[in-house]
């Protein structure tokens, strides 16, 4: 037997014990941060010894042993004949090592909640904590289970947290975006092989995408101030500027008629958002973060359809989509708790379809929606 740690995590999407795959990569940067840690403290146990002995990562190696139910509970455990065979005669040494390692990386984001930063930190640290919750969203957490704070609860990481921290310890952070732009310009390099298209968004300013020379020629050049629709993972500064694309997972261009439609749809989505508590007749919550998150998310990925789209905001906080296509009156609602439902009547006929509850704007949900939205006839 050794250590054990679990991770819960806090949010919709995590309800059932599910722990959606974009999240997965959390467990190995957890390991990877804490066997920075374990370096650290086993350098500063042997001064004499400039490098940690061959086999040390091994020793630390994590298994998952079980998704705990209470939102989704990862149950990692470090086993200490593992260890004994990867590193023999050391096995109490790093058990202490372990601990205490554990407690550093606790006290670093607890830190981070309280505006307490390391003045620096090593390469190996950074590169773990650029991808330990990289895939969080707003009203999502990551509690380290048994510990406790300086503020007396349990200590957490966050999108907030998260975000404090890297760019403390950092001058970037990386983060996924989905939007539309408009497009400026197109280049292909010298030797023919790639290029760029160049688009000019609202958030983000201007845009270098890179993208193959063949894609640039056959599908960009000729289309100056067409709009773009564009999924990305990017690298952002302290100031939520962006510095360079990291991995470009989608771009194509909108029709200028669907482009405009599109604005008219983020424009009235912001109105939605600024909306103060009680603005129907003194009822009426305040939009939710996750709804308005969900929202702008839906309307890039299915822009074609947003000539279709009315807006609305809901009494509790959320936000719906209406629209009717092939003789249905169709409603997409994004709840306030990060949660969608895809739900309608058909115009001229009894038919319905109940209200259908997804715990987030998944894949699955997407493809219930083209589902829905080719099948109806």
């Not at 261009?253 to 009235?268: F, W, Y």
Request: charged share 30%.
């Amino acid at each position: 037997m050794g250590k054990s740690f679990k991770l819960r995590y806090e949010g919709a999407r995590f309800n059932g014990t599910r722990l959606p795959v974009d999240v997965l990569t959390d467990l190995p940067a957890f390991r990877d941060l804490l066997v920075a840690y374990a370096k650290d403290e086993w350098r500063a146990l042997h001064a004499d010894r400039q490098r940690v002995p061959k086999g040390f990562d091994k020793s630390i190696s994590l298994d998952l042993i079980a998704i705990e139910d209470g939102s989704a509970i990862p149950n990692l455990d470090w086993d200490r004949s593992t260890a004994q065979a990867a590193l023999p005669g050391f096995v109490d040494q790093l058990e202490s090592i372990v601990d205490s390692s554990f407690g550093q990386l606790v006290a670093l984001i607890d830190g981070a909640g309280h505006g307490q930063f390391p003045k620096s930190l090593g390469s190996e640290h950074i590169r773990a904590l650029n991808k330990l919750g990289s895939g969080l969203r707003n009203s999502e957490r990551i509690e380290f289970v048994g510990t406790k704070g300086a503020d007396g609860g349990v200590v957490y990481l966050d999108s907030v947290r998260r975000k404090a921290l890297i760019t403390r310890v950092r001058e970037t952070y990386q983060s996924r975006i989905e939007s539309v732009g408009t497009l400026r310009g197109t280049q292909i390099d010298d030797v023919g092989v790639g290029g760029h298209i160049l688009v000019s968004t609202s958030t983000y300013k201007e845009i270098k995408i890179p993208l193959e020379a063949d894609r640039v020629k056959d599908e960009f050049d000729g289309n100056i101030e067409s709009e773009v629709q564009f999924d990305l993972q990017v690298e952002m500064d302290n100031n939520d500027q962006l510095r360079s694309i990291v991995e470009v997972f989608d771009v194509g261009l909108i029709d200028a008629e669907i482009g405009a439609h599109v604005q008219r749809c983020r424009t009235r989505i912001e109105e939605i958002g600024r909306l103060e508590p009680g603005w129907h007749d003194g009822s009426g919550d305040k939009i939710a973060p996750a709804a308005l998150e969900n929202a702008f998310r839906f309307l890039s990925r299915r822009p074609s359809l947003s000539r279709t789209y009315k807006v609305y905001p809901t009494l509790e906080g959320g936000i719906t989509f209406e629209f009717e296509v092939e003789g249905w009156d169709l409603t997409v609602e994004f709840l306030g708790s990060g949660g969608v439902e895809l739900y309608g009547v058909e115009i001229e006929g009894n038919r319905e379809i109940a209200p259908t509850p997804f715990i987030d704007l998944s894949a699955d949900f997407l493809n219930e929606f083209d589902n829905r939205v080719k099948g109806q006839n």
